[in-house]
Every structure is written in C-alpha cells, then in structure tokens.
C-alpha cells in the first residue's frame, strides 16, 4: 500500500535520497526545500507501509496548467504502482485547484513513463531537440483528468 501526501519539512532528506538514486547521473534535480517556499509549487510524496519514502511528484502552478517538474520513483519501487499513485495524486490536486490540464517532458527513450502518462490520459503535442543536458530529446505531453 502507498500513502500519498503534500511534502512537509519532514521529508527533505528522504526526497532527496530518493531523487539522487532516481537521478543518479542527471543534474536536473530539483532544491526541494525551495518548493517549500514557492507558492505555486505542488509536490506529493509517496511512502510505503514501511515508512519509507519511495518517490514523489513536483508540479508548478503556472496559470491554469500543472507544469510536472519532475516524477522519481526509486528503483526498487519501480513497476509497483508508486508513480501511477504520484500522478493521479497530482492530477487530483490541479483538479481540485480548477487548474485545466497537466503538462510536462519526458525523456524520449523513457518508454515506461510515456506508457504510463498515455494510460493516464496524456497525449504527445511536441518534441523538443536536445532537452536534458545530455543531449536527449524530449517528448511533452499534455493531460487533463483521467480517472482510469
């Protein structure tokens, strides 16, 4: 069973274990103790019955749209539904805030996580050339409010 909830103080050293072991080699990791103090930051966690922190979900309010920062899941929680929770958790919360649609990049060759935003409802509208600093393209995706 997953448990989802808001980011608090409490959990900053456990996102960021979990987004440096999501993350290993990227430099795109976000500041979390920074999303605490910006207003338009909405970032869930997700934990296990274990009390351990396996991934969490960073979107940024911009207008009416959930810009998704970022979506780690460790890699031994991976294929366990955490991120499926993460993202229907924030899709809920930019529902509840009347925000109209999620949108968000992907790495190009993350077909898991393009399986897993297109199950939830999300559609390509773009690509982006050399995106992440490695070089690699991205796919953006946008979504509204699936519940399947």
């Known amino acids: 069973m997953t448990t989802i909830r808001l980011l608090s103080a409490l959990d900053l050293e456990a996102v960021e274990r979990v987004s440096h072991a999501a993350f290993e080699h990227d430099g795109e990791r ?11 930051a909405r970032c869930l966690v997700a934990y296990d019955n274990n009390h351990m922190c396996t991934g969490y979900a960073l979107g940024w309010r911009v207008g009416d749209v959930v810009d998704v920062i970022s ?36 790495r190009a060759s993350n077909a898991p996580a393009i399986a897993l935003y297109r199950k939830l409802g999300f559609t390509a509208v773009g690509k982006r050339r050399g995106y992440y600093r490695d070089g690699e393209d991205s796919l953006t ?8």
């Open 141 to 148: 995706m946008q979504g509204g409010w699936s519940t399947t």
């Open 71 to 106: 979506v780690a899941v460790l890699p031994s929680a991976r294929n366990q539904g955490v991120g499926e929770a993460l993202m229907r958790g924030l899709m809920k919360l930019a529902r509840d805030e009347e925000a109209q649609s999620l949108c968000l990049d992907v």
């Open 30 to 40: 976000p500041e979390f103790e920074d999303e605490l103090d910006r207003p338009y």
